[in-house]
């Protein structure tokens, strides 16, 4: 099992960028892949990107593609989404999650959160008009 701990949440205005970082411990995400998922008041949990810990290989929703950014530090453990061009309707609460396997070839993630073994408490990014 490993735990997760998201951070760098906050109110930005519509414009606005945030990078959210995603802080691993209790083992390494080898062959691992993280999703980024959000959850607006009243919406169910949505898939937003994820990467491949094992080649760094990433997938964006069509909402997120040029927008958002996910990268990896391996010696920290830790994923970042880097946020740019912020719309208020990213607020929302940001996850990351952990799919403890990968698979090979063309990197395309599982958008469901039951396909996600562990979660982190989640950080909140809220963006005014």
């Known amino acids: 099992q490993v735990q997760l701990v998201e951070s760098g949440g906050g109110l930005v205005q519509a414009g606005g960028s945030l990078r959210l970082s995603c802080a691993g411990s209790?083992?390494?995400?080898?062959?691992?892949?993280l999703g980024w998922f959000r959850q607006a008041p009243g919406n169910e949990r949505e898939f937003v990107a994820a990467?491949?810990?094992?080649?760094?290989?990433?997938y964006y929703v069509d909402s997120a593609k040029g927008r958002f950014t996910v990268s990896r530090d391996r010696d920290k453990n830790t994923m970042y989404l880097q946020m740019s061009s912020l719309k208020p309707e990213d607020t929302a609460i940001y996850y990351c999650?952990?799919?403890?396997?990968?698979?090979?070839?063309?990197?395309?993630?599982?958008?469901?959160?039951?396909?996600?073994?562990?979660w982190g408490q989640g950080t909140q990014v809220t963006v005014s008009s």
């Open positions: 209790g083992r390494t995400f080898t062959y691992s892949v």
């Open positions: 990467l491949r810990w094992s080649d760094g290989s990433t």
């Open positions: 999650a952990v799919q403890p396997y990968e698979s090979r070839g063309i990197f395309r993630p599982p958008a469901g959160a039951q396909f996600y073994a562990d």
